[in-house]
């Protein structure tokens, strides 16, 4: 009991104290700091102090920390963050003479901050603490870990670890760091650290090693060894003679190399590209977030492995992005919250020679500007357009408001590639060229060879100026354009055409308006996507209309209503073109179309319903062209309705009252008019239908009658409709006008079936033309189909008929008996036709779409996935119809051991080779497939299967490197027609960086002889 008292006074000592040392100035502990304590903070901040007396090692740190000789803080002000430590486990605890805890046996202590930031755990075999320097001295099987999602540390193993918890800094001997990143796959890496001394500075937020290396794992054969490296929270990271190693082999030296794994707002990128050659681009942010930085996609893999947390909310603070400050400056508030940016491009080509522009959007409120501007100096040899300065803006300006639009876009080219090469840029910081790779740029803007200034606004009458009899007064274009052309014998742009101006505009009103209604559910018509199945049924015109599926609506019910409207548009265009010589506009083209309407319209609810409106048009159009031509076109035309729905009954009547067209060219002027006449070449439509729908017990019966009067073509047509829950019956009988007497045209029957597991339809249409008193059947022909779906008609069996009593009823005519079968997999058709009882297969179909899905074995490890997709078309009577196409895919997969990928696409349209003496022949079938699959011989050069393409994946995962061998081989086009093409690449791909590849890779050239590259790098 006494041991355990002691132990309970000795934590709350160290408690109490290390609370109150933790959060004293750095001035009074190192004035009252022993001689012990001196050394080890000296040693922390790498101060020598071989040799020196207490009170020389004294002045170097006070002189290290920025503090004058003697300077004190009075009690209660704190000069850092308080920290707070809590003993987790511990066997036992011993307090010592010199206020200083031993823990021993499974000690394990956290440390966090009074913010509430994530804490940091400490485990040993024992630890010494010192809470009056606000240190814990660890060693035995130390482990430090460190929750904070932005810390440049993770984890640490280590045999003796220092850690001044007062100030967050670590001393490691002998220690190895872990975390956790993900590479630019998307893959887990366990990113490790080691080195002789370590040493983590929190208030410069980084680690800093001394001999140390980069692995990714205990068991890695690679690493970057460093004589320095410093890693910052956030990611950046610095390295001093730098190598990366394979085994013990070294590839690749490095005297410096800095990479930023925070966002900078001066972005560099630098490297090679063959269309530009070597490279140094900068992009450096003014003010607000370039949008076109690369966040993620093609970004470079040590960027994916040192970024910490989360970009998105980041904002530019000089060099670096940091997360928002409580304290912004105005311009920067005003960018974050508009979306508005200024961002400078600076390249330097040794191809494309100097660039420098910049890329601005300014939105404020209803008003926008953008404009992409840069100019350059290009070596002349090096362009195709003869020019050694270029230049180049884009610019587009829009404002709108209320009842005003503007928007203005003048852009300005020196040539057509100014904009293209230098638009398509990088903007992410990587290391692809350090490799031996070619950069692949952004792609960028096309070839400019024609573009257009433009000017274009709209107007609107503001609501408070529109007098009670105008709705809507709007000018909706109102347009200047110019169009440039780029002439390449005078190597400038040159106006070919110009718009002055382009005008639309409408205006329309109620002259006055009596209504009264009241609210009501309604029903709309919805269309849906139909299933096979339901294709026949929904196709026929007559059962169509009675199968749309209903949802219902809100709407207005008017009781009465009465008003007279009117609409006037007006679109006007006057053009020319340029003249370079005479440096003038000529050849002009004006035209004018002007349309009104005026419409009265009179209703009451279920009794009747008149509208008739008056539609005048006029056009003009000159032309500047010797004396001048021109036309002038204009008509009226009356159009007439009246519904009377009690009856089902309409009346429609359309015709032109006036027309009038006039002409004239070199002075010399035609005319012509007519006025309203009654006959077939005024009265465009003149007829009168009745339709009505009666519900019973029985189902819905719709009688219809429509019937169309002189001066037109005289056709009657008599229809009656009945729909009884699934079950659907239509007929509709015609007669047209001939010889002054109504003769029968066509008689129409159509029936249907739309069930959940069950459907069919028949379509009769019995053409009354044909008519023969001596053969009754002679005009008719029929059509039918039969399903049998499941539930979620996915699988369905239809049969399909077309049937034609023809050839003056000496046989009977079956121009299309077809099956097809529908399934998620598997689908087949076969299809043939029947003459006089003599059956002839036209063709047969089967699609087939296959996958095993994923396929486990021995506790997940072995994955399994087949597909298979085919379709192949075999033509009965046309051996040279037939085609087939195949695409294979196979994956096997061991996890973390092997992988094999196998995908085949072959296609054959040359079946007439597998017929013997006009017979076919599947020995001749299996021959053709045998040599498809000679990619060593010349089988393949024998065969009608034509292999598209074909890819074999073998792949060997390692611990931290990935062994590939993959052939792959296809068809290309070459000057002597089709070629196959293979190619074999083995190489070996490094997990941290996936980019980074060592490859062989061995291509065939069209003379037969195999071809080698070695890269370094590339990305197959």
Known sequence: MASRIKCFIALMLLLLSSSLMASSPKAGYISAAGHDELLSMAELRGIDADGLDDEAV???????????????????????????????????VKLLPNSCVMLNGGVSVSFSLADGRSEKILSAESMLVNPEVGMVSA??????????????????????????????????????????????????????????????????????????????????????????????????????RAFLSIGRVPVMYLPFFFYPGSRLSLNPAFGFSSSRGLFVSATLELFGKYPSFSESGEESSFASLLRTGDGADLVSNGLYYDTPGEEQGALAKWAASSGSHMTLLLDAYADSGLH???????????????????????????????????????NDLSLSLTDISLKASFPLYSDPG?????????????????????????????????????????????????PFFIDSARISTLQARAKYTYSSQEK????????????????????????????????????????FSDYFILSDPLLAPMYETKAGSKSQNRKYDIYLKYTLSEDLTNSYDWSVQKNTVENGEFTSKLTGKLTFAASLTDVIFLTQSISPDWSNTFREEGD???????????????????????????????????????????????????????????SLSLSKTFKTPAGDFSPSLKYTLPPLTGSLTAGLSHKAGAFSLSFTEEWKEKDGEYRAESIKLSTGYLGKYYTHSLAADYDCTSFDPSDLLLP?????????????????????????????????????????????????????????????????????????????????????????KGKLHYAFDNIYGTSLSIKLGLSFTIREFLALNFELVTNNNSFYRCYENDVFSFPLLWQELKNSFDFFGNGRYNTGFTMDSVSVELVHYMSDWDFYCKYSASIVSSRQGYEWVPTVSFYLKWKTIPDLKVDENYRKTSDGKWQTTTSVYGKK
Request: net charge negative; glycine share 10%; charged share 25%.
């Open 58 to 92: 004294r002045a170097l740190l006070m002189t290290y920390e920025g503090l004058a000789e003697g300077e004190t803080v009075s009690e209660g002000e704190p000069d850092g963050e308080e920290y707070s430590m809590q003993i987790l486990s511990s066997d036992t």
């Open 139 to 240: 060693y035995g099987s130390v482990r430090y870990e460190d929750k904070e999602k932005d810390s440049g540390l993770g984890e640490i193993s280590a045999d003796v670890v220092t850690y001044v918890y007062s100030s967050g800094d670590l001393i490691v001997s002998g220690g190895t760091t872990y975390s956790e990143r993900t590479n630019n796959e998307d893959a887990k890496i366990t990113f490790s650290t080691g080195a002789s001394l370590l040493n983590y500075r929190a208030a410069d937020g980084g680690i800093f090693f001394s001999e140390g290396s980069i692995t990714t794992g205990t068991s890695s054969l690679s690493s970057i060894k460093a004589d320095e490296i410093a890693i910052l929270d956030g990611g950046d990271m610095f390295l001093s």
């Open 356 to 394: 420098a522009g910049f890329d601005t959007l300014i939105k404020a409120g209803k008003f926008r500007f953008s404009t992409i501007s840069g100019i350059s100096l290009t070596p002349l040899e090096k362009t195709l357009y003869g020019e050694k300065f270029r230049y180049y803006s884009v």
């Open 418 to 466: 100014a904009l293209s090469e230098y638009s398509g840029r990088l903007t992410s910081y990587s290391i692809d060229s350090f490799f031996g790779s070619e950069q692949k740029f952004p792609t960028g803007k096309s070839t400019v060879k024609d573009y257009e200034a433009t000017l274009d606004a709209s107007l609107s009458l503001p609501s408070a100026l529109k």
């Open 492 to 531: 400038k742009y040159i106006i070919s055409d110009i718009i002055l101006p382009r005008l639309t505009g409408s205006l329309s009103g109620t002259i006055f308006s009596l209504s009264g209604s009241e609210a009501e559910s309604g029903e709309e018509a919805e269309r849906k996507t139909p299933a």
């Open 628 to 686: 001048g031509a021109g036309k002038n076109v204009f008509s009226a035309r009356s159009d007439t309705t009246v519904k009377l729905p009690f009856l089902g009954l309409t009346y429609n009547f359309n015709t032109y009252v006036y027309r009038m067209e006039s002409s004239f060219t070199n002075g010399k002027s035609e005319s012509e008019e007519t006025w309203y006449s009654f006959d077939r070449e005024n009265v465009k439509a003149h």
């Open 780 to 868: 008719l022909s029929l059509t039918a189909s039969v399903s049998v779906r499941s539930a979620d008609k996915k699988y369905s069996l239809t049969e399909y008929v077309k049937y034609d009593y023809e050839s003056g009823g000496k046989y009977h005519n079956f121009n299309a008996l077809t099956t097809t079968l529908v399934t998620p997999y598997v689908g087949a058709v076969y299809s043939g036709t029947a003459t006089d009882g003599k059956y002839a297969p036209d063709y047969a179909e089967l699609t087939c779409s296959i996958s095993t899905g994923k396929l486990y074995a021995w506790k997940n490890r072995i994955v399994t996935d087949f597909y298979a």
